[in-house]
T-cell receptor
Framework: DQQVKQNSPSLSVQEGRISILNCDYT??????FLWYKKYPAEGPTFLIS?????DKNEDGRFTVFLNKSAKHLSLHIVPSQPGDSAVYFC??????????FGGGTRVLVKP | GAGVSQSPRYKVAKRGQDVALRCDPI?????LFWYQQALGQGPEFLTY????????KSGLPSDRFFAERPEGSVSTLKIQRTQQEDSAVYLC??????????????FGPGTRLTVT
């Protein structure tokens, strides 16, 4: 029973264009959502988060949108840069504590 | 300051051997988490400590898995009688606060365990 799903295993985008990563969840108790970025042989690095009381959070080139009624969130990266090539994980928390992760989306930004 | 560190980075064990994986969290972080990441999948929760207290061990897959954090800082994940299905990357994460969140978790580089 996957409570957090990232349905696109991979995404290829041209440098300078927008990358859009999607994530769906099923557990309505989730109240905090996070995006992590992972390079090979490294641990996940925190990127951006959003509380369930908001519908948008922006940090530089990264914006996360939350649609609670659809149980859907997305991460927008604009403009995409070659250094953004990595695996991105969506994660969710219910009342703090443990994270439930999606399966990840591998992003390749082509120069 | 220093991030979360884990050792060893790589471990090869023969089936049936016991292994111990170490995690040094960020200094002063109250909460510590262990996750297991199988190849091509997202991390999955194993267990959670608040200081030295193990508050949630619902993700431990069997009684062969045991975790401790006796002094509220360094933690060890022990796997007894390893099986091939235990092959994975074991990630440790820490966060500043205890209790209900939300709080970002900071991850170590992981220990890649291969059971042959």
């Amino acid at each position: 029973d996957q409570q957090v799903k990232q349905n696109s295993p991979s995404l290829s985008v041209q440098e300078g264009r927008i990358s859009i990563l999607n994530c769906d969840y099923t557990n309505s108790m989730f109240d905090y959502f996070l995006w992590y970025k992972k390079y090979p042989a490294e641990g996940p690095t925190f990127l951006i988060s959003i509380s369930s009381i908001k519908d948008k959070n922006e940090d530089g080139r990264f914006t996360v949108f939350l649609n609670k009624s659809a149980k859907h969130l997305s991460l927008h990266i604009v403009p995409s840069q070659p250094g953004d090539s990595a695996v991105y994980f969506c994660a969710a928390q219910a009342a703090g504590n443990k994270l439930t992760f999606g399966g990840g989306t591998r992003v390749l930004v082509k120069p | 300051g220093a991030g979360v560190s884990q050792s060893p980075r790589y471990k090869v064990a023969k089936r049936g051997q016991d292994v111990a994986l170490r995690c040094d969290p960020i200094s002063g972080h109250v909460s510590l988490f262990w996750y297991q990441q199988a190849l091509g999948q997202g991390p999955e929760f194993l267990t959670y400590f608040q200081n030295e207290a193990q508050l949630d061990k619902s993700g431990l897959p069997s009684d062969r898995f045991f975790a401790e954090r006796p002094e509220g800082s360094v933690s060890t994940l022990k796997i007894q009688r390893t099986q091939q299905e235990d092959s994975a990357v074991y990630l440790c994460a820490s966060s500043t606060e205890g209790g209900t969140g939300p709080y970002e978790q900071y991850f170590g580089p992981g220990t890649r365990l291969t059971v042959t």
